[in-house]
Every structure is written in structure tokens, then in C-alpha cells.
């Protein structure tokens, strides 16, 4: 046994990652003769709050061979790490979120897309995209027992543009008349009701089917088709 003498405070050490999600042992002084209890040995613990988490067989076996033990710094004690929550997410039922193909939104709030080049067709009262909410974080614990907050996920909202319109849970958003739907430059998300054709119909724009008026600024090649409910040039 140590000398009775010594508290055991002289032999051992006890110190915590900077997150108290882990307790480390190790001896500051050792002696050939050394020994304890395990009793002793909780109650060294207890002494720096650790309560949680411990490494139950760790700590018998430190009590059954000390010296195995004295080079070395040893995990006797692990908490359980907070889970922070999950973000809000938008899902869009179409895909426009390539950057090529964006309008862009003009300084006094209107919408230059002229160079959108893929149509999605909708109808007015079509759902668009869906909101899913952020979820809570869960709390973790520290091994001195003590709660460790975890952080909420954020939630995600709706860039509003142009004739969309959302439920009032703004968890789902709607077009509010016929068009195409499209993101701007700035990620707000509209539904036009004319589509333009800054040249000719061929190859590059293909065959054109359109819920609402088209305006094209150049020829319709032979071979190719327009559908729409209106068509201008």
C-alpha cells in the first residue's frame, strides 16, 4: 500500500479534454510498492466529479497490476457527445438549379430571362417545392454528468419570386397561375408565364411545348415545333 501518510492525490492525477468528453488517469509519482483499492480508487474519482461514462474494467485492472499503468496517460472515462440537429432542406420537384441556365434578376426587381433555355411547365396550383423543417439537437453528457447542449439545425426557407405563392405552414409552395418555373439568379424561385426565344428555334432551343406564350426573336426552322398557348415574334 502507499504510505498513508500521502493522500493519493500524490500518485495519481486526474485531467478532462477541453469538451469533457473524456477523463484521463495517470500517476505524477510512482512507487515500486504501490497499491490500492478499488474503493479507494472511486472515491479518488468522485473527488473530480467524474460519474459518468467510467471504464468500469480500466479501472480494475489499475488496481490489479498499478505498475502496467504508470507510463502511461489512461482513458478511464468517456461521455456521450451532443448530436446537433439536421438542417432544413427544399426540395424542388424540378430541376433548375443549373447555373447556366438562371435568369438574371435586375436591380429594379425585374427578370431578364431571355437566356433560359429549358422549359418545366406547370400549372397554376402545381406544387413546386416542399419544405422539410430542421430537426432538434440532442444533448450529450459530459463524464462529470453534466448535460452538453447540442445545437438546433436551421431552418430552411422559401426564396420567393414571381407568382408562386406558399401554404400557410410555408411548407409547400405553389405556382399561381400557368408557366415555366425557374430560379433566378438569386435563388429565388418563379413562375413565368411567357417564355422567350432570344433567336431562332432549331437545334439549340429543340422543339418548343409551352403551357403559356412564347415570344420568339428569330425564325422557326423547318422540321421543328412550337406548341404553346400563345405565340409571338
Same mark, same amino acid.
Do not use: W
Given at each position: 500500500?502507499?504510505?498513508?501518510?500521502?493522500?493519493?492525490?500524490?500518485?495519481? @492525477?486526474?485531467?478532462?479534454?477541453? %469538451?469533457?468528453?473524456?477523463? +484521463?488517469?495517470?500517476?505524477?509519482?510512482?512507487?515500486?510498492? +504501490?497499491?490500492?483499492?478499488?474503493?479507494?480508487l472511486d472515491e479518488f474519482l468522485k473527488s473530480y466529479q467524474i460519474v459518468y461514462g467510467i471504464d468500469e474494467a480500466k479501472l480494475d485492472a489499475i488496481v490489479s497490476d498499478p505498475k502496467s499503468f504508470f507510463l502511461t496517460k489512461t482513458l478511464i472515462a468517456?461521455?456521450?457527445?451532443?448530436?446537433? &440537429?439536421? %438542417?432544413?432542406?427544399?426540395?424542388?420537384?424540378? %430541376?433548375?438549379?443549373?447555373?447556366?441556365?438562371?435568369?438574371?434578376?435586375?436591380?429594379?426587381?425585374?427578370? $431578364?430571362?431571355?437566356?433560359?433555355?429549358?422549359?418545366?411547365?406547370?400549372?397554376?396550383?402545381?406544387?413546386?417545392?416542399?419544405?422539410?423543417?430542421?430537426?432538434? &439537437?440532442?444533448?450529450?453528457?459530459?463524464?462529470?454528468?453534466?448535460?452538453?447542449?447540442?445545437?438546433? &439545425?436551421?431552418?430552411?426557407?422559401?426564396?420567393?419570386?414571381?407568382?408562386?405563392?406558399?401554404?400557410?405552414?410555408?411548407?409547400?409552395?405553389?405556382?399561381?397561375? @400557368?408557366?415555366?418555373?425557374?430560379?433566378?439568379?438569386? $435563388?429565388?424561385?418563379?413562375?413565368?408565364?411567357?417564355?422567350?426565344?432570344?433567336?431562332?428555334? @432549331?437545334?439549340?432551343?429543340?422543339?418548343?411545348?409551352?403551357? &403559356?406564350?412564347?415570344?420568339?426573336?428569330?425564325?422557326?426552322?423547318?422540321?421543328?415545333?412550337?406548341?404553346?398557348?400563345?405565340?409571338?415574334?
Amino acid at each position: 500500500m502507499p504510505d498513508t501518510t500521502l493522500p493519493l492525490s500524490y500518485y495519481l @492525477d486526474v485531467t478532462l479534454s477541453d %469538451d469533457k468528453l473524456q477523463a +484521463f488517469l495517470q500517476f505524477v509519482n510512482c512507487e515500486e510498492n +504501490f497499491s490500492l483499492s478499488r474503493e479507494q480508487l472511486d472515491e479518488f474519482l468522485k473527488s473530480y466529479q467524474i460519474v459518468y461514462g467510467i471504464d468500469e474494467a480500466k479501472l480494475d485492472a489499475i488496481v490489479s497490476d498499478p505498475k502496467s499503468f504508470f507510463l502511461t496517460k489512461t482513458l478511464i472515462a468517456s461521455g456521450l457527445p451532443p448530436k446537433p &440537429g439536421e %438542417d432544413g432542406k427544399i426540395k424542388l420537384m424540378f %430541376d433548375v438549379d443549373n447555373q447556366s441556365k438562371r435568369p438574371a434578376e435586375l436591380e429594379d426587381g425585374t427578370v $431578364d430571362y431571355k437566356e433560359v433555355t429549358s422549359i418545366h411547365n406547370v400549372r397554376k396550383g402545381q406544387l413546386i417545392a416542399e419544405r422539410s423543417p430542421a430537426s432538434q &439537437g440532442t444533448a450529450g453528457r459530459a463524464v462529470t454528468g453534466e448535460p452538453l447542449f447540442a445545437k438546433d &439545425g436551421k431552418e430552411a426557407r422559401f426564396k420567393l419570386g414571381k407568382n408562386v405563392v406558399t401554404d400557410p405552414e410555408q411548407t409547400a409552395l405553389y405556382a399561381a397561375i @400557368d408557366g415555366l418555373v425557374t430560379k433566378t439568379d438569386r $435563388d429565388k424561385i418563379n413562375v413565368f408565364p411567357i417564355y422567350e426565344v432570344n433567336g431562332d428555334v @432549331d437545334y439549340n432551343t429543340g422543339n418548343i411545348d409551352f403551357v &403559356g406564350t412564347v415570344v420568339i426573336r428569330g425564325a422557326v426552322l423547318p422540321g421543328f415545333r412550337i406548341r404553346a398557348a400563345g405565340i409571338s415574334g
